[in-house]
């Protein structure tokens, strides 16, 4: 079964700053991976995702995330933090030709002006 | 694309009614959907897997006959809350997974809170 791992409950940046939200899972063949932002008392938006093509991902506003398969990792990057960024980011991973996600517990990143 | 609704966004009612919760994909077609329960602060838990004709998969510690799942066609699937208790109050988010699509499209979420 797969897991997947989130370091931290809350992240808190200043604006301009880097985002760094730390991702692991745990399966024994590469899935898919990916990472979704959820602003309050809205759904899930679809922020990028791997799927064992180019191992850094580029996804929307400006967030990218890089597959370390040595490292099990896929950390969600952005080089520049913005007041709107701020919002619960969820990690999650399928098999491939799974439909069902496994999500990690979710990170909260707050950006302090 | 790959819009997803849910009605109503949010509902209150009293404990021991049954709610009703509607989500469409509006602009896609898709065999495959999810419902998913979120309680405050915490991940999306997996409730059930649904496909469009047959019985919907439930997860361990769902309860089938409390959660009516009821997927009709390929754009709309109903999930009733019957007899809800204070303990049912979450956010019930929905999503579907289209076919030769390698994600879910989610629902912005509906807000359930048993009085």
């Known amino acids: 079964a797969q897991s997947v791992t989130q370091l931290g409950s809350h992240v808190s940046v200043s604006e301009g700053a880097l985002v760094l939200l730390r991702c692991n899972y745990s399966s024994s063949v590469p899935p898919y991976l990916f990472w979704y932002v959820q602003y309050p008392n809205q759904g899930l938006q679809l922020l990028l995702k791997y799927t064992s093509a180019a191992t850094l991902v580029k996804g929307i506003n400006g967030f990218e995330a890089e597959f370390k398969k040595s490292e099990t990792s896929f950390h969600l990057t952005k080089p520049s933090a913005h007041m709107s960024d701020a919002a619960e980011y969820f990690c999650a991973a399928s098999g491939a030709g799974s439909y069902q996600l496994t999500f990690g517990k979710g990170t909260k990143l707050s950006v302090i002006p | 694309g790959a819009v997803v609704s849910q009605h109503p966004s949010w509902v209150i009612c009293k404990s021991g009614t049954s709610v009703k919760i509607e989500c469409r994909s509006l602009d896609f077609q898709a065999t495959t959907m999810f419902w998913y329960r979120q309680f405050p602060k915490q991940s999306l838990m997996l409730m059930a897997t649904?496909?469009?004709?047959?019985?919907?998969?439930?997860e361990q510690g769902v309860e089938k006959d409390k959660f009516l799942i009821n997927h009709a066609s390929l754009t709309l699937s109903t999930l009733t809350v019957t007899s809800a208790h204070p303990e049912d109050s979450s956010f019930y988010i929905c999503?579907?997974?289209?076919?030769?699509?390698?994600?879910?499209?989610f629902g912005p979420g509906t807000r359930l809170t048993v009085l």
């Open positions: 649904s496909n469009e004709g047959s019985k919907a998969t439930y």
């Open positions: 999503s579907w997974s289209p076919p030769e699509a390698d994600t879910q499209y």
